[in-house]
């Protein structure tokens, strides 16, 4: 009946808005079976790990979230993760720049490597790591057991975010505007900073992103290479691994809350800097 | 696929078996969910029980990975007939949730198939001239065992640091500060038995702190080092339980593993008998004289009482012992 009503109405209106109504239409739908499946998906998950850090009480949980070594995990995490973005931020766009820009023989195999992070199981990843700065070092690099191995292996699972993010923007970058301000007299470094770098910048945010909220949670890798003393080289996934395994879930829920609580606030603010950073291409 | 092609294959065997209780036992299958080194030993003794009249009919499904995980998966509702895992603690886990009897450690044997005892396994050569408890503890020895709280391997470690050091004439807060300096040296602590050998096996590290039977079989797959059994060490007993619900063939492999014969088989990979009197054996001479390494206290000893006991007062996750020699290393 209404479907019917709904297209007798739909006929009398003219071309432009009927394509609108059915727009309207389709986007209720879509936005409908979307959040139906973020919900199943995403938030239901959640809900329950925020339900499960609950179940033993406000005091249980300040107690979790506030035992130094949690503290210790949680610091350590996240400053990694910082320093692993900043790396990856930086290295993984010239690997962009190099990959789009240049011409040098091997270039698609170079750009097939790029992803070989995301084929390896993590674990695997992590021995790899610890066959390569272990103690049995083949180059001469020690440093495994370390804070310096973690940020190592977190640019190692992460350098594919920031090159497959800024590449297509690198592609679709027209050269005429760089060559335009060079024929106006602009410097190298004034192209680059006012018209390639304000370009790119969008791409390098949601690169960060993801890099950021997959250091954050890496544990594979690392769980072979850093050691893992409480206090020292324990990242928060594997604080959080330990609590599981010596039976307190409560315990390992609230340490997680608090990490994914803080991941969330980070993942906003760096998109409020993503939309403030594109407010020109939005006006 | 295979569900179907199992009984079309047991199908005729047990036409063709006059008996009656083989035609009872046709197409019975035992959930094996065991911890991860005994996969060699216990592959042994599944191949063996198939020839048994006991045995014939039977199927096995077999699992291995860590002990505390597949506790767990078994209390979460995994399929399991038999359990064999590496502390008692993780049946425990099993009988409060009401899959194996509370009362599984008055079975034969107290429950147990096999013993083992907290060894080190060192460098080859033994550089460091490690003997005993006190050589870990001298300065620049670095010492690797997995981290307690998710390790239930390395449970055993502590509490055999801490006994050693009680038998040795220590007060209990002597010991105590012992355990914490011992941790101190402790460069790398994995979230496994098996990541923690691979640590040492990778190269860090003087000595690795892990089971004897642990240590025999990391050896005997070309890894290099020498194993060193402290004096006096605890003694690890593994214990295999049937579940409530297991067939009655589950019960009948158990008493199975502990004949005299697959008694020998454990004792030739590196697990100590619980049936002592196979270890007179002329073929087993040789192993008989590898576990004469000295005095052993066990679980039930005064010092801890028990594994409930034990798991409380030094592993719960906020007031245990271990909470505090953590804090204490990872602030030092």
Sequence with gaps: MEASGAAARASRLRPRETARAGGRAS??????????????????????????????????????????LA????????????????????????????????????????NAVIDLPFALPTIVAGLTLLALYGPRSPVGIHVAYTRTAIVLALCFVTLPFVVRTVQPVLLELDTEMEEAARSLGARQTAVFRRIVLPNLLPGILSGAVLALARALGEIGSLVLLAGNIPGHTQVASVYILNEIESGNSAGAAAVAVVLLGASFVLLLAVGALRFFVTRYERA | ?????????????????????????????????????????????????????????????????PSGSQARAIAAGQPASIAFLSTGLDIDTLADAGVVAKNWNKAPYGGIAADSVVAFVVRAGNPKHIHGWSDLVKPSVQVVTPN???????????????????????????????VTKLFKHVVSQDTSGSNAANTFFSGKGDVLITYESEAYSALATGNKGELVVPKPTMLIELPMVALKDAPSAAKAFITYAHAPKQQAIFAANGYRPVVKSVLERQNLASWAKKYKTGPTFNIRDRLFGGWLKANRVWFDPNTGRMVGIERAVGGG
């Design chain 1, 27 to 68: 986007t209720a739908v879509s936005v409908g079976i979307i959040s139906t499946f973020l919900t199943v998906i995403v938030v239901l998950p959640i809900a329950a790990l925020v339900w499960e850090s609950k179940q033993s009480g406000a005091h249980a949980f300040w107690q979790a979230v506030s035992n130094p």
């Design chain 1, 71 to 110: 503290v210790a995990a949680l610091k350590l995490t996240f400053g990694a993760a910082f320093i692993v973005v900043l790396i990856n931020g930086t290295l993984g766009t010239a690997t962009a720049w190099v990959l789009v820009r240049d011409n040098f023989r091997g270039k698609s195999l170079v």
């Design chain 2, 1 to 65: 696929m295979r569900r179907l092609l199992i009984p079309a294959l047991i199908l005729p065997v047990a036409c063709a078996c006059a008996g009656a209780a083989e035609a009872r036992q046709a197409g019975t299958t035992i959930n094996l969910v065991a911890y991860s080194t005994p996969k060699p030993v216990m592959q042994k003794l599944i191949s063996r029980f198939g020839h048994t009249s006991a045995g014939t009919g039977v199927s096995f499904s077999q699992s291995y990975g």
């Design chain 2, 148 to 178: 307690p709280f998710s390790s239930g391997s390395a449970k055993w470690n502590v509490l055999a640091a801490y006994g050693a050091a009680r038998k040795s004439g220590m007060s209990d807060h002597k010991a105590l500060q012992f």
